[in-house]
């Protein structure tokens, strides 16, 4: 999956928008009502790892393993 692809992701499912006027250079700052600030650097082209999207969305997001995968199989 893309960086593109898990931020459409992040937005669809989970509700997360960038806030403007935060993050620098590559990073962006996600917000989302409910739920933890998300600092990622976003690269549009590059392709995550499996370990990098679920290290997201378990111990940054705050999901179990179990709602994160329902998550990805929504997708």
Do not use: C
Request: charged share 30%.
């Amino acid at each position: 999956m893309t960086a593109r692809q898990f931020g459409r992701l992040l937005e669809r499912e989970l509700g997360y928008a960038a806030v403007p006027g935060r993050g620098k250079g590559s990073h962006e700052v996600l917000s989302a009502p409910g739920r933890p600030q998300l600092i990622w650097a976003f690269h549009r082209n590059r392709e995550l790892s499996p370990i990098e999207i679920r290290s997201i969305r378990v111990k940054q997001v705050h999901l179990s393993l179990r709602e994160a995968q329902e998550v990805t199989d929504r997708a």
